[in-house]
T-cell receptor, first 119, second 118 residues
Framework: EPEVTQTPSHQVTQMGQEVILRCVPI?????FYWYRQILGQKVEFLVS????????KSEIFDDQFSVERPDGSNFTLKIRSTKLEDSAMYFC?????????????????FGPGTRLTVL | AQKVTQAQTEISVVEKEDVTLDCVYE???????LFWYKQPPSGELVFLIR??????QNEISGRYSWNFQKSTSSFNFTITASQVVDSAVYFC???????????????FGQGTELSVKP
């Protein structure tokens, strides 16, 4: 069964450093998302991405964040200058809406997450 | 604005008890989707169910059942005969009318931590 993969599973970085979190969405999916979950809290939407551009972003997704689909398979989240409060689990998700009989069914498939620790 | 409330922060039951997790949502849209996800201690998000706003039929899947009531904006989740393996954090989520080019972000509730003791 196809699945969303994320690398690395755990990333430790120093405050102020840049990090890139990588995701490989399910092939032929067209919509991609990043969410984050601070330890012990709820899952929060960061950004959605379609047709090579951001379709929606939350207040959390400020200028320190960027997303990119550098090739046909990867979807990346970059944090330019990490802060302590960026420590969280980051989940990537993809959505196959627009294809197949349930083309408008919004089912997001989540990756296993990357735990980011900023020291 | 859309909002999901899971008022129960933690629930503790003894194995074989039935337990209901509450979820109340707010939305201005008439078309929306509701979801339940399970997050075991390992951290991944496991999809359990999706329900669209036009389908108010209750659903049963094994020991799991869901009660969707639009009149009270609730989408409650019941586990029958709970087991230790059910111990996890359960999240209810809402996606408003899916708009082409936006893809329908998920809005999650705060989660309910279920602890099932042997």
């Amino acid at each position: 069964e196809p699945e969303v993969t994320q690398t690395p599973s755990h990333q430790v970085t120093q405050m102020g450093q840049e990090v890139i979190l990588r995701c490989v969405p399910i092939s032929n999916h067209l919509y991609f998302y990043w969410y984050r979950q601070i330890l012990g809290q709820k899952v929060e939407f960061l950004v959605s991405f379609y047709n090579n551009e951001i379709s929606e972003k939350s207040e959390i997704f400020d200028d320190q964040f960027s997303v990119e689909r550098p090739d046909g398979s990867n979807f990346t989240l970059k944090i330019r200058s990490t802060k302590l409060e960026d420590s969280a689990m980051y989940f990537c998700a993809s959505n196959g809406a627009g294809q197949g009989p349930n083309s408008y069914y919004n089912e997001q498939f989540f990756g296993p997450g990357t735990r980011l620790t900023v020291l | 604005a859309q909002k999901v409330t899971q008022a129960q922060t933690e629930i503790s039951v003894v194995e074989k008890e039935d337990v209901t997790l509450d979820c109340v949502y707010e939305t201005r849209d008439t078309t929306y989707y509701l979801f339940w996800y399970k997050q075991p201690p390992s951290g991944e998000l496991v999809f359990l169910i999706r329900r669209n706003s036009f389908d108010e039929q209750n659903e049963i899947s094994g020991r799991y059942s869901w009660n969707f009531q639009k009149s009270t904006s609730s989408f409650n989740f019941t586990i029958t005969a709970s087991q230790v393996v059910d111990s996890a954090v359960y999240f209810c989520a809402l996606s408003e009318n899916w708009i082409y080019n936006q893809g329908g972000k998920l809005i999650f509730g705060q989660g309910t931590e279920l602890s099932v003791k042997p």
